[in-house]
Every structure is written in C-alpha cells, then in structure tokens.
Nanobody, 123 residues
C-alpha cells in the first residue's frame, strides 16, 4: 500500500555534493516524520537527519553543518542535500517515513523503510 523510492546516490569526489530524494507513494492520508539513516559496511545504522510534518529538523552529529533535510509535502517527498562530502560519508542511505494511509478500514498507521541508495565518496 505504501512504497518509498530513493534516488540520487552515486560516486562523488571528496568535497563534492549530492542530493538524495525519497518519494512516498500509495494511498497516503498523511506523512508524519521522514528521515534518512545510513549504514556503512561493518557499522550500525545511524540517523543522519529527520524532519517532522511541520518542518522541524534534527541531525546526527556527522551531518550537522553539511547536510540539509527538507520536504515537499505536495509531492510526499523528502530530500537530503549533502555538501562537503567526505570519504567517511560512504554508506548505503535509507529513507524512512511514518504516517497514515487509507485502508478499507479507514486511516491506518504505517512506517516503512526504503531499499537504500549507495553513496560513495572517493577520489
């Protein structure tokens, strides 16, 4: 009923920029929080950034000052603008969204992860 589709990953040189996108589709009633997490090989998944339904944001320490999360509610899409990228930013980036969708029984809560998009920072 709900799908998250990420895009925008790739290979970038250190110091470069990337913008990730995550579009939520389906019979959506409302979306509450949307977030980006990342997981590097051999590491635990960590929070990168989160944005709630009124635009309040919070960032993991690694993202502060370099990354910006924002959302387009009309498109049910969140974006992660990543600047001044470092090799240690290399990871699979996962989108997460929570909210409500229309079911046969009315609005029901959902929380979904996307499949992830690879970001590689290397010269």
């Amino acid at each position: 009923q709900v799908q998250l589709v990420e895009s925008g990953g790739g290979l970038v040189q250190p110091g470069g920029s990337l913008r990730l996108s995550c579009a939520v589709s389906g019979n959506i009633f409302s979306i509450n929080a949307m977030a980006w997490h990342r997981q590097a090989p051999g590491m635990q998944r960590e929070l990168v950034a989160v944005i709630n339904n009124i635009g309040a944001t919070n960032y993991g320490d690694s993202a502060k000052g370099r990354f910006t999360i924002y959302r387009d509610n009309a498109k049910n899409t969140t974006y992660l603008q990543m600047n001044r990228l470092k090799p240690e930013d290399t990871a699979v980036y996962y989108c997460f969204a929570t909210g409500y969708y229309y079911s046969d029984r009315g609005p029901e809560e959902f929380d979904y992860w996307g499949q992830g998009t690879q970001v590689t920072i290397s010269s």
